[in-house]
C-alpha cells in the first residue's frame, strides 16, 4: 500500500518569514494530493490540492509543488501570520484505492510574533 | 445539511462496552469515510463506502469494529467490547468526486 512520510515534526517561524513541509510517497498510482490543516481539538481542514497532472498550485500565500518523478510534494506558506500555527497533514489519494487517503503523520507549525 | 456532522462528540465508555458512532455526510456526497485519529497522529484509515456499499473496510483493526450505511447516507460505527486502545478521535469524512473530501468534527472516545 500508500507509505506518505512528511517532514519536519515540528517547525518554528518568525512571523512574516516562510513554512515549507516535505512529504513523499510511495504509490506512483496516486494522483491527487491534498493538504489539510488541523487546530487543535477541531477537524482537519482542507486548504490546497494539487493532482498529478500538474506541478504547482497556488492560492494567496499557500503554494503546492509536485515533484512525481521524485513521488515528494512540498508545502509553502509565505508571509506567516500567527494564525497559520496549527498541525498540518499531507495524504496521497489514487482512484484506485477508492478515494482512501494515506495521511502523513503531520507537522506541528508555530509561528512567533 | 451545511457540512460534515458526528454524534456524540465526546463519548466516555467503560472497557468492555459497545458503543455506536454516528455520521451524517453532506447532502448528496457518495462518497464516506471513517477514520481512527489518535493524539499527535495522522489520520488512519478505516473503512470506505459508496453510497451502501462499503468498498474497502481493510482498515478496521478488529472484528470488533463493524461500520454500516445501509440506506446511502447516514453511517455509524459500531464498536464492541471496546478497549483502552481503542481511545481515540473518529472521524467521519464525505466526498462527491474524487478528491475535495469534507470532515466531521469527530468524536472523541475515551475508553476507560
Known amino acids: 500500500g500508500e507509505n506518505v512520510e512528511q517532514h519536519p515534526s515540528t517547525l518554528s517561524v518568525q512571523e512574516g518569514d516562510s513554512a515549507v513541509i516535505k512529504c513523499t510517497y510511495s504509490?506512483?498510482?496516486?494522483?491527487?494530493f491534498p493538504w489539510y490543516k488541523q487546530e487543535l481539538g477541531k477537524r482537519p481542514q482542507l486548504i490546497i490540492d494539487?493532482?498529478?497532472?500538474?506541478g504547482e498550485k497556488k492560492d494567496q500565500r499557500i503554494a503546492v509543488t509536485l515533484n512525481k518523478t521524485a513521488k515528494h510534494f512540498s508545502l509553502h506558506i509565505t508571509e506567516t501570520q500567527p494564525e497559520d500555527s496549527a498541525v498540518y497533514f499531507c495524504?496521497?489519494?489514487?482512484?484506485?484505492?477508492?478515494?482512501?487517503?494515506?495521511f502523513g503523520t503531520g507537522t506541528s507549525l508555530t509561528v512567533i510574533p | 445539511g451545511a457540512g460534515v456532522s458526528q454524534s456524540p462528540r465526546y463519548k466516555v465508555a467503560k472497557r468492555g462496552q459497545d458503543v455506536a458512532l454516528r455520521c451524517d455526510p453532506i447532502?448528496?456526497?457518495?462518497?464516506l469515510f471513517w477514520y481512527q485519529q489518535a493524539l499527535g497522529q495522522g489520520p488512519e484509515f478505516l473503512t470506505y463506502?459508496?453510497?451502501?456499499?462499503?468498498?474497502?473496510k481493510s482498515g478496521l483493526p478488529s472484528d470488533r469494529f463493524f461500520a454500516e450505511r445501509p440506506e446511502g447516507s447516514v453511517s455509524t460505527l459500531k464498536i464492541q467490547r471496546t478497549q483502552q486502545e481503542d481511545s481515540a478521535v473518529y472521524l467521519c469524512?464525505?466526498?462527491?468526486?474524487?478528491?475535495?473530501?469534507?470532515f466531521g468534527p469527530g468524536t472523541r472516545l475515551t475508553v476507560l
Open positions: 469524512a464525505s466526498s462527491l468526486e474524487v478528491g475535495q473530501v469534507i
Open positions: 504509490d506512483s498510482a496516486s494522483n491527487y
Open positions: 494539487i493532482r498529478s497532472n500538474v
Open positions: 495524504a496521497a489519494s489514487s482512484g484506485n484505492t477508492g478515494n482512501q487517503f494515506y
Open positions: 447532502s448528496g456526497h457518495v462518497s
Open positions: 463506502f459508496q453510497n451502501e456499499a462499503q468498498l474497502d
